[in-house]
């Protein structure tokens, strides 16, 4: 029985080796994109070649704009910058000024959505919580919450049915997140990690530095150009 997965894909490396671990379980892959008024528009386009990667079967684009709001220096409208001289060892401690309010779940509400119009029984989301910068939203009880509510908020679940909520790399460090892409040919050339909205990425933001670490302890050459590198690099 083939059962559809949507993924969400926001063009950075672990949303897209989350991605690549779906299609290697399920066939029918759809892609769900959200543009939020994050800086970072680049990742957009790199979310779009992942998707044609993978060959899915849909990929939608949602506009969604959280700068109306603001609260997180990765929105637009934010005038506060985002810190790009904070040390390794620091990342993850505090939650950073980069983190959206209620991101996750409300990104979570649009994949449940669209995972009943498409009858599709599993969604995938690329959070981690072991080499990640401190959101709330990215951490193992989060998940659990989130199934909970997922099996009581559909009309699908409530009649018998199952929409699954996987987070693969959940327990993965940065470094196993590269190896698994490794192995599953990820194209890492495609995949965009920066929170700056530069030509190429800063190499100093806590993003960077997370997948930076991520492929110097896997003993691979990141493919993306950098405009700078950390000290300990």
Request: charged letters at 20%; glycine letters at 6%.
């Amino acid at each position: 029985m083939n059962e559809g997965a949507i993924c969400l894909l926001s063009g950075g490396l672990d949303s897209s080796v989350s991605a690549y671990i779906a299609k290697s379980q399920y066939d029918e892959i759809y892609a769900l994109t959200i543009t939020y008024g994050q800086r970072h528009e680049k990742e957009i386009e790199s979310a779009k070649e992942i998707a044609a990667s993978l060959n899915v079967k849909d990929h939608t684009i949602f506009q969604l704009n959280l700068d109306k709001f603001g609260g997180s220096s990765l929105l637009k409208k934010e005038t506060n910058t985002i810190q790009k001289d904070i040390s390794y060892e620091e990342i993850g401690k505090t939650i950073p000024s980069t983190y959206v309010p209620a991101r996750n779940t409300i990104f979570l509400s649009l994949a449940l959505a669209y995972a009943e119009t498409k009858n599709a029984d599993h969604i995938f989301i690329g959070v981690t919580a072991a080499d990640y910068s401190g959101y709330p939203d990215c951490r193992p009880e989060y998940v659990d919450a989130y199934q909970r509510l997922i099996n009581v908020a559909t009309k699908k679940t409530i009649q018998g049915g199952k929409i699954v909520l996987h987070a693969p790399l959940l327990h993965l460090s940065k470094r196993d997140i590269v190896l698994a892409g490794k192995k599953l040919q990820v194209p890492f050339e495609k995949t965009w990690s920066c929170y700056q909205g530069l030509q190429h990425a800063c190499g100093v933001c806590d993003s960077c530095q997370l997948r930076l670490k991520g492929f110097k302890e896997a003993k691979l050459k990141d493919p993306l150009v950098y405009h700078a590198y950390p000290a300990w690099y």
